[in-house]
């Protein structure tokens, strides 16, 4: 267990619809990375947070958006959803930017 | 051509033998490398963690960098039906850098 906990760990939903994925790091951890995790793409990286402040980007669709609040839990949100982002998506959390990143145990997102 | 080349498998080896994983990259300021361990349903691992060119042992898992031929490798001794997993190669360009770029994963399966 690596401490980093994400709810939910399923969600089905439907084309066109809008969910929110929700991560809090391990004690102690100032930064939020969010990764996806599909088949043919294999493990990308979408948005990086710390402390609060959004301090890189990766692959992220504009549908997607994400933050980080005050107690340092993540939400990751992602709308108008197409078939497509059926996938895998992670959260992991390290001490500092640049430290080992410690990954959740994933939400499972089926688009139908 | 991807930053991160990985034979996806899946790998297959009896108990105890030696297991020998590889990435090719094509972008040569990549200079910190890792190996993550994915279980199934699971979120990966850190395994090993390397700087530069170079081995690092740690129990029996071995990880070399070979950055003048762009290529990784991990080798697991000993293998066990536990080391059964997704073993996904990553890296970044400094220090500082916080996104990982990922390959694929490869599926190694150890049998008893």
């Known amino acids: 267990d690596s401490g980093v906990t994400q709810t939910p760990k399923h969600l089905i939903t439907a084309t066109g619809q809008r969910v929110t994925l929700r991560c809090s790091p391990r004690?102690?951890?100032?930064?939020v990375y969010w990764y996806q995790q599909s088949l043919d793409q294999g493990l990308q990286f979408l948005i990086q947070?710390?402390?609060?402040?959004?301090?890189a980007k990766g692959n992220i669709l504009e549908r997607f958006s994400a933050q980080q609040f005050p107690d340092l839990h993540s939400e990751l949100n992602l709308s108008s959803l197409e078939l497509g982002d059926s996938a895998l998506y992670f959260c992991?959390?390290?001490?500092?930017?640049?430290?080992?990143?410690?990954f959740g145990p994933g939400t499972r997102l089926t688009v139908l | 051509q991807k930053e991160v080349e990985q034979d996806p498998g899946p790998l297959s080896v009896p108990e105890g033998a030696i297991v020998s994983l590889n990435c090719t990259y094509s972008n040569s300021a990549f200079q910190y490398f890792m190996w993550y361990r994915q279980y199934s349903r699971k979120g990966p691992e850190l395994l090993m963690y390397?700087?530069?060119?170079g081995n690092k042992e740690d129990g029996r898992f071995t990880a070399q960098v070979d950055k003048s031929s762009k290529y990784i490798s991990l080798f697991i001794r000993d293998s066990q039906p536990s080391d059964s997993a997704t073993y996904l190669c990553a890296m970044k360009r400094d220090q500082a850098g916080t996104a990982l770029i990922f390959g694929k994963g490869t599926t190694l399966s150890v049998s008893s």
């Open positions: 947070y710390y402390n609060g402040e959004e301090r």
């Open positions: 004690s102690g951890d100032l930064s």
């Open positions: 390397t700087y530069s060119s």
């Open positions: 992991a959390s390290s001490v500092a930017e640049a430290d080992t990143q410690y």
